[in-house]
């Protein structure tokens, strides 16, 4: 038997899901698709029945990719669990509707039953369930209340076969529905409630979004760094080196596969960062460089996503996020590529549109340093004074907002109105948090560690065999010329192509005025993304589009270090 | 009065009184319960040109510029 959880957005129907399901949880992707579900497995009468949480939706008549997706799972299911928000009854009745006119058995669970009370919303339930012809269930996920009687009475579900309505005939039979089975007693805002009011106006808005924003920045570099300072170095330096080391002796410590797999010895010692071999920076580069923060940016975007701060985040910042042909909802990948570029590239998924993903990944590629290289800008810029860090920044900051209005200008389309449900403020479980969190976490290792492992290793063939020093050549005119860095400094430029990591490493090494040091890493951060974000971009955009966006970032690299060269 | 809204002012109410769009549109808003005849509250607008927030039903909904002032609704203005 196969259960369908439908419902409207933000009515819970993930946590009830979780209540339902075992720990065998499955994410996946619809075939063809960017929409993710979730499936797991329960038992109705001791038989085996699978689940499909699906994609939230407010209608049958689709009106984006995630509810035509909705409306194709329907009519693969055997019965469904229509989730409704019991504190908006009206609008989540709608769907309700529909779903009776369909040839498909259909039991209601009344969610968030527990918040009707002393939200003043009183409910009829054996009159609902009368009027509707099938079974009304209260449930509330939180706390598991209901979930028990939910499961019993699934063969009770039934199809009505009601005739079908249009929008306003739908519209009218909800308004006399509601009518006869709820009732309202005005009570005083609550404090909470106030504070919903208060983040999506502009004054208070701003304020609350900066304490937010920076909050989440210290808790996710606090965690990501945590992770990375006592798990994963120790684990690496402890466990693995000597393993690698005695490898690296098997192999003759040298040679053309030595240096593919181990990766070049720095002064007779494996350098996670620098050897570049596919088992050491090849594992490393992954795994305790991006991991940890893919653990800390997934737990905190989960947390804001489930409390329902991220949708007026989204409406506040919607102004300026138009200009550069997005919509506010592109302001997650552009947060969490300050953190890491490959979950920011993999979170452009959020958006809508072809367009709107092209533009926003190239954006975080080209103006959005990661933490690595922010730490690196400011070891090695900061050396030469803070107003140095601070140019790079606002450089950065100013190709931004210039690069993602001329896309927005010369590419074809429209960036798509928001139109986005503001929810209530609620508390996740933790439960449920985490297993998000793991279910992001297991998506990335799938489907991003192998491609960045395959990358690794051509590019080492290609650089052990060479053909670096070849580019180098070809490039140093542009590199001494237009963008006025010294000789020396050539191979790391070009390094940087495809290992952003060490290449910073090496411009120090070259001597260097401060204005070429500037340059010199605003070049390299815009230049193109560290190799793991370069397949990650790859996978998403397709071959065509990366082309296209990889095109963009070389030539506006050299503009804006061109520009720089004359203006400093 | 009559105004868009885009052009009421926040926490005012009113009822909406036509949706100039197409199909589309009429669809994606109705699907959220704003159809003619509806009694919505205006939350908030951000500033140059942002999206509108209204209350309607139980829920709140954040709105494009572009489509609030596509929305026409009877504004209630307590006298004096």
Known sequence: MKILLMGNP???????????????VLSSNYPGTTVGYTRGFMKVN?????VIDVPGTYTLEPTCEAEEIALKMLKTGDVVISVIDATNLERNLYLTLQLLEKDIPVIVALNLWDDTRHRGINIDLDKLE???GIPVIPTSALTGQGIKNLVRSIPRASAPHAPALNLNE?????????????????RHHRWYERLEDASVKPRFGYIIAALVLSASF????????????????PLFDNLWTPVLMKLSNFMGGGGFWHDVIVGKLISGEIHFVESFGLLSSGLYVPFAMVLPYIVSFYLILGLLEDIGYLPRLAVLLDTTMHRLGLHGYAIIPTLLGLGCNVPAVLATRVLESKRERFIAATLVCIAIPCVSAQAMIFGLVGKYGVQYVAIVY???????LILGTILNRTMKGLSPELLIEIPPYRFPPWRTVFQKLGMRIRGFLVEAVPIILAAVLVINILFVMGVFDYIANFAAPVITGILGLPKESVTAVVIGFLRKDAALGMLALSPMTAKQMVIGSIVLTMFFPCIATFVVLLKELGLKNFLKSAGIMISSAIIVGGILNILL | ??????????DECGAILEIHGGQGLTNRLGALGIIPGKKITKISSASARGPVTIQVNRSQVALGFGMASKILVNVDRKAG
Do not use: C
Not at chain 1, 46 to 50: F, I, L, N, V
């Open chain 1, 218 to 233: 210290f808790i996710i570099r606090f965690i990501g760094e945590s992770l990375i300072g006592y798990l994963f170095d």
């Open chain 1, 394 to 400: 606002a450089t950065l900051f100013i190709v931004w």
């Open chain 1, 170 to 186: 739908r519209w009218a039979l909800i308004g006399n529905i509601t009518g006869q089975v709820q009732q309202i007693t005005h």
């Open chain 1, 10 to 24: 933000n009515v819970g129907k993930s946590v009830l899901f979780s209540r339902l399901t075992g720990v065998r």
């Open chain 1, 130 to 132: 009368s009027i509707l």
């Open chain 1, 46 to 50: 001791d038989e085996p029945a699978e």
């Open chain 2, 1 to 10: 009065m009559v105004q868009t809204l885009s052009e009421m002012r926040a």
